[in-house]
């Protein structure tokens, strides 16, 4: 893994469109979010999809009120789930949707970044029907917090729906507050799994959970998934053994590289957006919540105006944007190696506010980003299409395909 030179996408490279305006969510909500402590959620919205690439177009292909924000080629079918925040997961062959399963009734939805997060194949899926999902389970939404967040085994049955009756709970993490929960779960080869964990939520890591590797709360846990168990994949000596990488603070998706380098998108709080990259393998601290982006943390809320001196003990991104021209928070997507040839060979990433999507690339030491342009909604996941092109999925319920 190269040293490149490492970047902050400044006001210039920051186009965005002017549709997607930033408002406060509405005063029904208000309650369930006085964790957050003072991010304005925006209200959902959606304009066109303009792209910078002639090369490129888009198509919405599945409209939709709930939120989808993940997808899976089931091997065994060549269809694709679908995942939902509220606990749905649908199959899609192209043409239409049916259910795959409704764990709603197991996820608790009380807070805007609750739901089933994430789901991976077991390795043997295809001999087995395994596979694990993360998600918050179903809880009261009075008072604080009481759902806990769930790493579980569920078994695929003959007629490729999920089947209730085999859900296994592998792991569980308290978590402090309603947000910040990660969740996001990739596979990572030979049965092991990563599995992005935030910080505990609210703001300004109150139970400074970012800089202690002995809990699970800002970390990535690497789990080897085995009988129907979880261990950890590698000793590290961390205080907690599962933890591989900490000093996180919301890793909202994350994709690795063929050269074993791990792409981590983690939301910041007042001023930076980071993309970090670092060895799978290799224990690694990115500086949550002493820093953020280049940054020494700043908990009074003002952004550092000069880039600080990176300590021996972190971390720091390759990239940084700031909450500039309505961009508000980073959505990871993937290690470009498929789709669209114009958009391979980097780390592909967008806004959920903004909905502005850039391929970040290496190019002769320095790292250098291509704005893509505007998915035309509020971004919470990417996905690999049936037709190997890129799925931007919307707050708002579109599914577009970019191709």
Not at 59 to 79: C, M, Q, Y
Not at 105 to 127: S, Y
Not at 375 to 384: A, Q, R, T
Request: glycine share 12%; net charge negative; with cysteine.
């Amino acid at each position: 893994m190269s040293r490149a030179s490492k970047l902050t996408l400044g006001e210039g490279d920051m186009r965005v469109n002017a549709a997607v305006a930033l408002l406060i969510i509405s005063a029904a909500f208000s309650g369930c979010f006085e964790e957050d402590d003072g991010f304005q959620w925006p209200e959902p919205t959606s304009s066109e999809c303009e792209l910078e690439l002639d090369e490129l177009g888009c198509t919405i292909i599945i409209e939709g009120s709930e939120t989808p924000h993940r997808s899976l080629i089931n091997p065994l079918t060549g269809n694709q789930w679908i995942l939902y925040l509220n606990g749905y997961v649908k199959s899609w062959d192209g043409q239409t949707l049916d259910w795959a399963v409704d764990l709603s009734e197991v996820v608790n939805r009380c807070h805007m970044e609750q739901g089933l997060l994430g789901m991976a194949l077991e390795a043997d899926f295809e001999n087995t029907g395994t596979v694990l999902i993360s998600y918050i389970e179903d809880g009261t939404c009075e008072g604080p917090n009481q759902s806990d967040l769930i790493l579980a085994s569920i078994k695929i049955d003959e007629m490729d729906t999920f089947d209730l009756d085999t859900l296994t709970v592998l792991l569980r993490v308290n978590q402090p507050y309603r947000n910040h929960n990660g969740g996001h779960l990739i596979h990572a080869g030979d049965n092991n799994f990563l599995w992005g964990i935030g910080d505990g939520g609210s703001s300004d890591d109150p139970l400074l959970n970012g800089q202690n590797s002995s809990n699970p709360l800002g970390t990535m846990y690497y789990v080897k998934f085995e009988d129907n168990t979880v261990s950890p994949a590698v000793d590290t000596g961390a205080g907690d053994p599962y933890v591989l990488h900490h000093g996180l603070r919301n890793p909202w998706r994350f994709d690795l590289d063929p050269d074993g380098g791990l792409w981590i998108a983690d939301v910041g709080q007042a001023c930076w957006e980071e993309v970090n990259l670092v060895n799978l393998t290799v224990p690694a601290n990115l500086g949550w919540s002493d820093r953020e982006g280049f940054y020494e943390f700043a908990d009074d809320g003002k952004c550092r105006p000069s880039q600080s001196e990176v300590g021996p003990n972190y971390t720091d991104p390759v990239v940084v944007y700031p909450h500039e021209n309505g961009n508000c928070s980073i959505t990871g997507g993937f290690w470009m190696d498929w789709g669209p040839e114009i958009l391979q060979e980097g780390f592909l990433y967008g806004d959920f506010c903004t909905g502005s999507i850039w391929v970040l690339r290496e190019q002769s030491g320095v790292w250098s980003e291509e704005y893509i342009g505007t998915s035309g909604g509020m971004i919470v996941g990417f996905g690999k299409s049936l037709s190997d092109d890129l799925l931007v999925f919307h707050w708002t319920g579109q599914v577009v395909l970019i191709g």
